[in-house]
């Protein structure tokens, strides 16, 4: 069975401040995705990334950093100088094929300013 | 706009009445899913649709629920004689295959009262 784990419920920073999710997950699949999304008050999923599970490169776009550790089965999230734009719900989600999602429970983060 | 499009955004309905919702998918996105999302957690899948077959079900898909997507183009959802246990936010996306990334819609908010 898969399962995602994001043990932070709630963060809260001040803006300007750098700030990591973590993200854990099961699975006994070798090929596997894994996501983030992130949820706005607004409620609609925005997709921010994906990775396979062969592709342990580390990646940044922009402010945002991922850092996938097969070793260790995770994939956490760094938003650098954060921003109050930032205040959102954000879910890691693992794939297999046929690609149903598992999601963790979410984080909630608050960017004060 | 060419997203994930859901109809109606809000629905307030008494308990034992049917219930349908819409889901229109980005047009050229073969696979449609299904998940729904209680208050404070992360979304749970329910079923998907590969063109115009319903590939799988969730056990989490009762037999009050069902769900269509004919001609592969739109999909609806139905809940039969809703219940309390029914309130949540009832998410649908769509993706081109099974190895992209499924984008959401705003979701429909189901109210059981």
């Known amino acids: 069975a898969q399962k995602v784990t994001q043990a932070q419920t709630e963060i809260s920073v001040v803006e300007k401040e750098d700030v990591t999710l973590d993200c854990v997950y099961e699975t006994r699949d070798t090929t596997y995705y894994l996501f983030w999304y992130k949820q706005p008050p607004s409620g609609e999923l925005v997709f921010l990334i994906r990775r396979n599970s062969f592709d342990e490169q580390n990646e940044i776009s922009g402010r945002y950093s991922w850092n996938f550790q097969k070793s260790t089965s995770s994939f956490n999230f760094t938003i650098t100088a954060s921003q109050v734009v930032d205040s959102a719900v954000y879910f890691c989600a693992l794939s297999d094929l046929p690609s149903r999602l598992t999601f963790g429970e979410g984080t909630q983060l608050t960017v004060n300013p | 706009d060419t997203g994930v499009s859901q109809d109606p955004r809000h629905k307030i309905t008494k308990r034992g009445q049917n219930v349908t919702f819409r889901c229109d998918p980005i047009?050229?996105?073969?696979?449609l899913y299904w998940y729904r999302q209680t208050l404070g957690q992360g979304p749970e899948f329910l079923t998907y649709f590969q063109n115009e077959a319903q590939l799988e079900k969730s056990r989490l898909l009762s037999d009050r629920f069902s769900a269509e997507r004919p001609k592969g183009s739109f999909s609806t959802l139905e809940i039969q004689r809703t219940e309390q246990g029914d309130s949540a936010m009832y998410l649908c996306?769509?993706?081109?295959?099974?190895?992209?990334?499924?984008?959401f819609g705003q979701g429909t908010r189901l109210t059981v009262v």
């Open positions: 047009s050229e996105h073969n696979r």
């Open positions: 996306a769509s993706s081109r295959g099974a190895r992209n990334e499924a984008f």
